[in-house]
T-cell receptor, first 115, second 115 residues
Framework: AQKITQTQPGMFVQEKEAVTLDCTYDTSDPSYGLFWYKQPSSGEMIFLIY??????QNATEGRYSLNFQKARKSANLVISASQLGDSAMYFC????????????FGTGTSLTVIP | DAGVIQSPRHEVTEMGQEVTLRCKPISGHNSLFWYRQTMMRGLELLIY????????DSGMPEDRFSAKMPNASFSTLKIQPSEPRDSAVYFCASSLLWVWNTEAFFGQGTRLTVV
């Protein structure tokens, strides 16, 4: 079975500090992709970053980086230099080749950036 | 491209009425997903289509829910009859089939309130 687990319902971080949001996944398929989305209070789902299962290097996109540890099946999102606008829900998702292309989402982590 | 377009953005209806939510995926995308988001249950996959064919509708909560995709550029999610517990935000998302580094592109969502 495919599963994404986000164990942190809520997180707080001081402005300008870095924060790590945890995500673990479970799949027996060797081919998969991992995604992070941000959902601000306005409600839209914003794609942040992608990591493929065969990628040798951790993905980075601006202030976002993905700490990919394949053996531990973890794909943590690191946000550097937090800004007030980073306050939002963050969802980790996985897409697996042998399950018809669907996306599996975690339950999300609510991040609050404190000024 | 204008992205995934959902209509209406907001819908308020009385219990027992029929509700139809509409979605236009991104041109060229051949996977389409319907999600429901509530505080209690988070983001749930209701049904998804590949090449206009429903692949997995196991997430559809009851027979009151039905979804169609008559062509590559249009999908509907219908609830008949609607109940107060159907109140939620319904998202449509589209993506490319078998392209693992392509994220799901989400519409703005339809906020449904059943009174």
């Amino acid at each position: 079975a495919q599963k994404i687990t986000q164990t942190q319902p809520g997180m707080f971080v001081q402005e300008k500090e870095a924060v790590t949001l945890d995500c673990t996944y479970d799949t027996s398929d060797p081919s998969y992709g991992l995604f992070w989305y941000k959902q601000p209070s306005s409600g839209e789902m914003i794609f942040l970053i992608y990591q493929g299962s065969y990628d040798q290097q951790n993905a980075t996109e601006g202030r976002y980086s993905l700490n990919f540890q394949k053996a531990r099946k973890s794909a943590n999102l690191v946000i550097s230099a937090s800004q007030l606008g980073d306050s939002a829900m963050y969802f980790c998702a996985m897409r697996v080749s042998n399950t018809g292309n669907q996306f599996y989402f975690g339950t999300g982590t609510s991040l609050t950036v404190i000024p | 491209d204008a992205g995934v377009i959902q209509s209406p953005r907001h819908e308020v209806t009385e219990m027992g009425q029929e509700v139809t939510l509409r979605c236009k995926p991104i041109s060229g995308h051949n996977s389409l997903f319907w999600y429901r988001q509530t505080m209690m249950r988070g983001l749930e996959l209701l049904i998804y289509f590949n090449n206009n064919v429903p692949i997995d509708d196991s997430g559809m909560p009851e027979d009151r829910f039905s979804a169609k995709m008559p062509n590559a550029s249009f999908s509907t999610l219908k609830i008949q009859p609607s109940e107060p517990r159907d109140s939620a935000v319904y998202f449509c998302a589209s993506s490319l089939l078998w392209v693992w580094n392509t994220e799901a592109f989400f519409g703005q969502g339809t906020r449904l309130t059943v009174v």
